[in-house]
Antibody, heavy 116, light 111 residues
Framework: EVKLVESGGGLLKPGGSLKLSCVAS????????MHWVRQAPGKGLEWIGE????????NYAPSIKDRFTISRDNAKNTLYLQMSSVRSEDTATYFC?????????WGQGVMVTVSS | VLVTQTPSSLPVSLGDQASISCKSS???????????LAWFLQKPGQLPQSLIH???NRFSGVPDRFSGSGSVSDFTLKISRVEPEDLGVYYC?????????FGSGTKLEIK
């Protein structure tokens, strides 16, 4: 059974940093691109970015480019999202997703709140 | 790429057919010939569920009352006989052009 479990969310102040993790199980993690998607309270889904199988290629949405960094540790079956210089508009639930054919599986999400 | 999803709200009666449109500002056909358009359902308070990938292919376990169709830049999700568990917000996603973009969502609700 595929499982994606995010952690690391919480409350932080504008300008702060936070690192989210997503632990994967039930599939060969190193064979798949992985993505982060977020959802602000009461709003729609927004793609954040993606990382290639071995971490050599990443792509980001303009809204978070140069502030957020996606990485992975295939030995630990873990995906990361390093968030820096956060703003109030980064307040959202963050989901990690496995992309085999098209966002096949989603984690349950982790909440990040940016507030002074 | 702008993805325009309509309607934003879709009141239906149980057993009715429902249809949701998703139009993109660019062709979603990749150089490899595959069209990268997917559909998701998010029920209240839950994580998104994957319904359809590459326009018309259902993910494992998705009932066959869900069907996707369309080509190039004009796509449709149809639910043939709406059941109570189908209620929620539907999103389309184009995943051929960067940045990947979701439609704004269609809320399927009881009339």
């Amino acid at each position: 059974e595929v499982k994606l479990v995010e952690s690391g969310g919480g409350l932080l102040k504008p300008g702060g940093s936070l690192k989210l993790s997503c632990v994967a199980s039930g599939f060969t993690f190193s064979n798949y691109w992985m993505h982060w998607v977020r959802q602000a309270p009461g709003k729609g889904l927004e793609w954040i970015g993606e990382i290639e199988y071995d971490g050599t290629e990443t792509n980001y949405a303009p809204s978070i480019k140069d502030r957020f960094t996606i990485s992975r540790d295939n030995a630990k079956n873990t995906l990361y999202l390093q968030m820096s210089s956060v703003r109030s508009e980064d307040t959202a639930t963050y989901f990690c997703t496995l992309s085999a054919r098209g966002f096949d599986y989603w984690g349950q999400g982790v909440m990040v709140t940016v507030s002074s | 790429v702008l993805v325009t999803q309509t309607p934003s709200s879709l009141p239906v009666s149980l057993g009715d057919q429902a249809s949701i449109s998703c139009k993109s500002s660019k062709s979603l056909v990749h150089n490899n010939g595959i069209t990268y358009l997917a559909w998701f359902l998010q029920k209240p308070g839950q994580l998104p569920q994957s319904l359809i990938h590459t326009v018309s292919n259902r993910f494992s376990g998705v009932p066959d009352r869900f069907s996707g169709s369309g080509s190039v830049s004009d796509f449709t999700l149809k639910i043939s006989r709406v059941e109570p568990e189908d209620l929620g917000v539907y999103y389309c996603l184009q995943y051929v052009h960067y940045p990947l973009t979701f439609g704004s969502g269609t809320k399927l609700e009881i009339k």
